[in-house]
């Protein structure tokens, strides 16, 4: 757009309007700038001034026309069609876009030059240090989790951090920016932030030193009461009523509100934090926290979910808050639960009560950490026959707030993959060993600084099987579905691997599940300098498009293991009892959960409900409100699942009986 000086009439008048400059030369306006819409504004340093013509409307049915009204404004440029109106104090060093509107706003400033947030060090999961995490506009939760985690590689970590300062340099400037159709309403003082387009701040009570990475797919909203330092905002958060966000990455979709306080930590996509408070946390995705007296502390976390009065501590009186702990993908804490770090919990684990004791379950997968007596017991396996785990695994997808269409999290929703299964794998051969050891009539099994009942043990490792072969039959039937197979030939064909990547161990970068090897292949890659951070993000989002590739690859190693025999030399009674044992597995775990729904539906669940009537009408009462067991949606998609795995598991057989051989 191109700007001219003032004339000397357009001087006058804005004069007569109450208007004045260090230098009339210093301004610049649009050809069609309308002089009469600029009002009681002062001005210093450059000025560049847009075109105001038109009427916006407000809440209630008031309308407003664009301009600048009561200001002071200092090396700013302002876009077309914005409306600035009572600005108390002044707007200095900003680029402002087309249509914002800015109110009853106390200071927007940049001071010197300034990354907006970029580079800032997050001391994460360690108060004491070790594990500073330099954030950026573009961080993943797998680009933080390596970060965190892998520091046995401090080439590699130097070779991040290097690549992340250069970013922060690259984006420092003395000049700030707030984007195009930006609303900053009742807001306090702002001072070095990047606000992108779209944003809306509202009541806002101070923002210093970060980035609102907002856009008009995905906008950020601040709201009343809100402090954020040191801070990089993703698009489409919400933070609202008095949330304080401290030297914190916020990640795609989260909602911070009701007072909550985080400070010194990662939130990644679609995180909630209300009431509660986070310390030194690494957040992975679906890390969710509702509720007053909730401490999530020098931890890492993902798909959690925190009960009400759940707590850590990470020091234990000696050398200070240097222990840190980690729940692994899927975990739950019950009401006033208590884990003394350090302690890791495995995947899909329920938490119960107050444990003291250091307890390492990372190799048991999906079960009940439970107190009894000061005592930590495991029940190895019970969560992957629990309504809970099911609902969890099917609400996570449908919950995700993201609307942004460049995604900066890599998230694998599967409840059974290659990383969990591995633990299960490894889980049975733990609980052989251990009765092994010990002997099959030992009433109580120790393991890790926890105790497991023999009846927990038998029945623990009958689920892992299960489980294990669900997982291995839905792979298998996944890959016969993919291509047309009529002989011996053409099936053994179809079955084998696109490549080799997958064998070996798996891991769940926070909410991306790899092979370990290939995620080795990108350390290697940052190690020796020949990737950006650009790069680094298209590696992970290329491992992730190939997931069910490189499951496939690690599927038929185990499923190799279980015939005994590669696939060249496989039988079709082997495939076809692994069908056979797929379908069973499938019906059995689906029973245990339709059964554990049924209790949803029971006498002690119908407590409370009739209250000044009978049993019959408790049960009218109970069914108006929750419905019926058979009419609710959950149990009929159970019995449906039932159905559908069944006659699939029988069109496969029949399939297989009718191969020539």
Known sequence: MAFRKLTSAEIAQLQEQGCKATDWNEIEVAEAFDARFVRRTNFSGHIQLGVYGKEIPLPGGLKVHTGIYNAMLHNC?????????????????????????????????????????????????????????PIFNELSASLAYILTLYRHRPAMIHALEKAIDAYAEEHASEHGYIGDYVRILNCGSIKNVYIGDYAELSGVSRLKNGSINSNEAAPVRLGSGVKCADFIISSGVYIGDSTLVDKCFVGQGCIFDKHYSAGESLFFSNCQGMHGEACAIFAGPYTVTHHKSTLLIAGMFSFLNAGSGSNQSNHMYKLGPIHQGIAERGAKTTSDSYLLWPSKIGAFSLVMGRHTHHADTSELPFSYLIENNSESYLVPGANLRTVGTIRDAQKWPKRDNRKDPHKLDQINFNLLSPYTVQKMWRGREVLNELQALSGENTEVYGYKNCKIRNSSLRHGRELYTIGIQKFLGNSLISRLEKKEWHTM??????????????????VDLAGLIAPRGEVSKLLDKIEQGTVSLADIQKELEHIHANYYSYEWTWA????????????????????????????????????????DARKEFDLNSQTGFGVDGDRQQAKADFEEVRGSFESNSFVKAVLEHIETKTALGEQVLKKLNAIKS
Request: hydrophobic share 35%; net charge negative.
């Open 489 to 506: 030939d053409e099936l053994r064909a179809t079955l084998r691997p696109d490549s080799q990547a997958g064998l070996g161990d798996w």
């Open 556 to 595: 038929l190693d185990k499923l190799q293991q279980v015939w005994g025999c590669d696939v060249e030399h496989v039988t079709l009674d082997k495939i076809r009892r692994t069908v056979e044992e797929w379908r069973d597995a499938v019906v059995n775990l689906d029973r245990m959960v339709y059964d």
């Open 77 to 133: 440029e302002v876009g077309n069609e914005c409306h600035l109106y009572n600005i108390h104090n002044y707007i200095a060093n900003y680029h402002i876009g087309d249509n914002t509107c800015i109110e009853n706003v106390n200071s927007i400033l940049v001071d010197r030059k300034t990354t907006f947030g970029n580079g800032v060090r997050v001391p994460v999961m360690n108060e004491g240090g070790g594990r500073e995490i």
